[in-house]
């Protein structure tokens, strides 16, 4: 790579933007090409740039503060309005699935990449935006089309998106690359924190949930399996760690601790998830979900539901399945497996206190030989 050649990185200044993998993928690509040659792009709130999401939102005839983020017109704007900017045969790298115009915006990068967890086609099928207005979805999809189509490469976590991105977007195949995905937590608190505390003899098993998506990722289907059981409503309590409290039932076995700040309280987050004796996710859809990896780093066992993209986190030790087509009554069997025989669960814990993950490096590697040769 060039000397004078730097890495944008958008949302790569935070650790609350992408759940933190931009900022994290940032950290590791500095260790991998130098501090001086990587750039963080900040992501704006809507009040920041309350023009462009305004003109979006009467476009499209939406509440604005909902969709903007992932508007082109946004995007554009926010680039516009970052402080460093790019010279001729800079690279970029844009973790939102959409970006500026290439022709009008992004003529100085000599690379402009993606790097994407979900398309976003999946996203609106899965996630609280599956409501959103057809027009609403026609419109930033065909942004987003023309952002793969426009950029030179593509790093996904997986082969789910990959497959994706061939057969809905019609992305050639040899655009794509599939990396995986680091750790979204500084390895030192994982290292303080392991290994995570074992339940206490006749105390409830606390159950951790991470995520914004309460609905996605199976929040709803742990509650209402809990909440039919008369077992597991004494035996079992739930730590969630995303979703707004006021958007949660209110049960004695729920502790809704909202959204905490990754960039301000991370270690209270890694102190919660430790406290925890088992994570969970009964995910519809997903990358490569961050928070199990996060939670296997410190020793932490995990539930997972069983579909296809998320083949290689269930390969991982200290990791079960809970078949997604059986719903809450799936969940249900699988606590009480867990409640009524201890000694499951102990051989879940010691298989997660072998598991050995480490930031971002890897795939920070991988993209630096691909995008800066």
């Not at 003529?107 to 996203?123: E, G, K, N, P, W």
Request: charged fraction near 25%; aromatic fraction near 8%.
């Amino acid at each position: 790579m060039s000397p004078t050649r730097r890495v944008f990185i958008t949302g790569a200044d935070d650790p609350k933007n992408f759940s933190g993998s931009s900022y994290y993928f940032g950290e590791s690509l500095r260790a991998v090409l130098g501090a001086e040659r990587v750039v963080a792009l900040p992501i704006r709130s809507y009040r920041d740039l309350y023009l462009p999401t305004l003109v979006f939102g009467a476009r499209m005839g939406v509440d604005p503060r909902k969709y903007f983020f992932m508007a082109r017109e946004f995007q554009e704007a926010n680039f516009l309005a970052a402080n460093d900017r790019p010279n001729q045969g800079d690279v970029l790298v844009s973790f939102p699935p959409i970006t500026p115009r290439r022709d009008k915006y992004l003529r100085a990068f000599s690379h402009v990449s993606l790097l994407i967890d979900m398309t976003l086609t999946q996203y609106f099928e899965y996630s609280q935006f599956k409501d959103a207005p057809d027009r609403v979805k026609s419109r930033i999809i065909g942004q987003e089309t023309r952002s793969y189509q426009e950029c030179d490469s593509i790093f996904v976590f997986n082969d789910w998106v990959a497959d994706q991105l061939v057969e809905r977007y019609r992305v050639d195949a040899g655009k794509i690359h599939v990396i995986g995905r680091g750790l979204n937590m500084p390895r030192r608190l994982a290292e303080e924190r392991r290994p995570s505390r074992a339940p206490i003899p006749g105390s409830p098993l606390r159950v951790g949930f991470v995520g914004a998506d309460a609905e996605r990722k199976g929040l709803f289907d742990l509650i209402e399996a809990i909440d039919g059981d008369p077992l597991l409503s004494e035996r079992v309590h739930v730590h969630a760690i995303g979703p707004d409290a006021a958007t949660l039932p209110a049960r004695p076995f729920l502790t809704a601790h909202g959204y905490i700040d990754k960039a301000g309280e991370i270690d209270r987050i890694v102190a919660i998830m430790s406290d925890c004796a088992l994570g969970y996710l009964f995910s519809r859809a997903e990358g490569i979900p961050g928070s199990v990896l996060e939670f296997l780093s410190l020793g932490v066992p995990c539930l997972v539901s069983d579909i296809p993209a998320m083949d290689s986190v269930r390969a991982l030790p200290g990791v079960a399945e809970i078949p997604l087509a059986g719903g809450a009554a799936a969940v249900r069997a699988a606590l009480r497996g867990l409640v009524s025989e201890p000694e499951r669960l102990a051989a879940l814990r010691a298989d997660a206190a072998a598991v050995d993950l480490d930031g971002w490096i890897p795939q920070a590697q991988a993209v630096a030989n691909r995008i800066c040769a």
